[in-house]
C-alpha cells in the first residue's frame, strides 16, 4: 500500500501562483510514475502533468508553459509549481502514484483561483 498527502492548495487571485506538494509513504518501489490530476465541478478527472522515476514528463496542453512538475525521489516527494493561474484551473488536485500497475490516489486539494 501506498499512502498520498497532498499540501499547498488554496486560494489565490489570477496570474498567482501555488505550489503543490504530495508526499508518498508506504511500499514504495524505486520506479515508479507520480503525478497531479485535477477535476472541476461537472468535469472529469484528467491529467495536469506527470514524472517518471526517471525524470521524463508529460504535461496536459492547458499547464504547457505555466505549469511545471518535479520530484525528489530521496523525499518520495512531488511538486507541482503553478505559475499564471488562471480561473479555469479551479479544480481539486489530486496525486497519484503509480507502480507495476498499482495506482493509488490522494485525497485532493483544493486550487481556487480567483478573478
Known amino acids: 500500500q501506498v499512502q498520498l498527502v497532498e499540501s499547498g492548495g488554496g486560494l489565490v487571485q489570477a496570474g498567482g501562483s501555488l505550489r503543490l506538494s504530495c508526499a508518498a509513504s508506504?511500499?514504495?518501489?524505486?520506479?515508479?510514475?507520480m503525478g497531479w490530476y485535477r477535476q472541476a465541478p461537472g468535469s472529469t478527472r484528467a491529467l495536469v502533468a506527470r514524472?517518471?522515476?526517471?525524470?521524463?514528463?508529460n504535461y496536459a496542453d492547458s499547464a504547457k508553459g505555466r505549469f511545471t512538475i518535479s520530484r525528489d525521489n530521496a523525499k518520495n516527494t512531488v511538486y507541482l509549481q503553478m505559475n499564471s493561474l488562471k480561473p479555469e484551473d479551479t479544480a481539486v488536485y489530486y496525486c497519484?502514484?503509480?507502480?507495476?500497475?498499482?495506482?493509488?490516489w490522494g485525497q485532493g486539494t483544493q486550487v481556487t483561483v480567483s478573478s
Open positions: 497519484n502514484h503509480i507502480q507495476y500497475g498499482y495506482s493509488y
Open positions: 508506504g511500499s514504495i518501489f524505486s520506479i515508479n510514475t
Open positions: 514524472i517518471t522515476s526517471g525524470g521524463s514528463t
